[in-house]
T-cell receptor
């Protein structure tokens, strides 16, 4: 089975721009969670989608949003980028939700905001 | 609140044994996970404990004490490739998500 894939792998943006990141879960997995990882804050939960619905949300501003499509692929959008948004963005998939099963991570998208 | 603590860095010698501790205080508990993350790569699942006791998986073992809010990951016969960050994560009750600790960066020296 193919693993979790994320595109693009690297991105450079400038302050004020917006960005969209994509995640394709493992085939059959219906839950996708997004995390932000920075050296200072570690891995922080952004949100989780299941069956095209946001089921859980972390403590991030409204500039961070996401969606999930009927094929379980998910996108994450960050608007009005700030320097502090520079981070590794990871998505993780599981069959029906991280509260029930192990989740598997993709390779991440490294975002640099200049 | 949710709080997970791990040592920031550890160093050990190839062939040795190292124990990485994790303490947690979370509002719900439905399992504790350990992940390994090499620099620049995604975390990969190592082990899972939901009941007290020791779970062994080859060179890796993980222990859990729910009453003490404590877990450790034991790595035996260390190899250079074990140099990585080790993340402790707690899964809350149904409907809650994973909370990750800050990670422990392990350096294995020859």
């Amino acid at each position: 089975k193919a693993g979790v894939t994320q595109t693009p792998r690297y991105l450079i943006k400038t302050r004020g721009q917006q960005v969209t990141l994509s995640c394709s879960p493992i085939s059959g997995h219906r839950s996708v969670s997004w995390y932000q990882q920075t050296p200072g804050q570690g891995l922080q939960f952004l949100f989780e989608y299941f069956s095209e619905t946001q089921r859980n949300k972390g403590n991030f501003p409204g500039r961070f949003s996401g969606r999930q499509f009927s094929n379980s692929r998910s996108e994450m959008n960050v608007s009005t980028l700030e320097l502090g948004d520079s981070a590794l963005y990871l998505c993780a998939s599981s069959l029906s939700g991280p509260s029930q099963e192990t989740q598997y991570f993709g390779p991440g998208t490294r975002l640099l905001v200049l | 609140g949710q709080n997970i603590d791990q040592p920031t860095e550890m160093t050990a010698t190839e062939g040795a044994i190292v124990q990485i501790n994790c303490t947690y205080q979370t509002s719900g508990f439905n399992g504790l996970f350990w992940y390994q993350q090499h620099a620049g790569e995604a975390p990969t699942f190592l082990s899972y404990n939901v009941l007290d006791g020791l779970e062994e998986k080859g060179r890796f073992s993980s222990f859990l004490s729910r009453s003490k809010g404590y877990s450790y990951l034991l790595l035996k016969e260390l190899q250079m490739k074990d140099s990585a960050s080790y993340l402790c994560a707690v899964r809350g009750n149904y409907g809650q998500n994973f909370v990750f600790g800050p990670g422990t960066r392990l350096s294995v020296l020859p």
